[in-house]
């Protein structure tokens, strides 16, 4: 089994700052692209950065200069740095990984996080 574990949402105010983790474990051979999405209340879910186990980022236009997505691979550890946060922000952010569970099987799966909320006040 594979489980990706987030951390470090909460309420901040408008132009703070947030640092989310998200930690994957189990039964892991290879992670590639790790990435945060979220979802907002009666929106669709969408993504907000991802990270190739190389280094390579993509962001979302409405978070390029605010935030900055980053990885560990030895502790199989995506990180999500928030700043200049804006109401719109609020959502539940995801963790999504993308990886193999066993060197035999070439199959790549896509696991997910159960969440965590970012509420930003004004």
């Known amino acids: 089994q594979v489980q990706l574990v987030e951390s470090g949402g909460g309420l901040v105010q408008a132009g703070g700052s947030l640092r989310l983790s998200c930690a994957a474990s189990?039964?892991?051979?290879?992670?590639?692209?790790m990435g945060w999405y979220r979802q907002a209340p009666g929106k669709q879910r969408e993504l907000v950065a991802s990270i190739t186990s190389g280094g390579s980022t993509n962001y979302a236009d409405s978070v390029k200069g605010r935030f900055t997505i980053s990885r560990d691979n030895a502790k199989n550890t995506v990180y999500l740095q928030m700043t200049s946060l804006k109401l719109e922000d609020t959502a539940v952010y995801y963790c999504?990984?993308?990886?193999?569970?066993?060197?035999?099987?070439?199959?790549?799966?896509?696991?997910w996080g159960q969440g965590t909320q970012v509420t930003v006040s004004s």
């Open positions: 189990g039964s892991i051979f290879s992670i590639s692209l």
């Open positions: 999504n990984a993308g990886l193999r569970t066993t060197n035999w099987d070439p199959t790549w799966k896509a696991y």
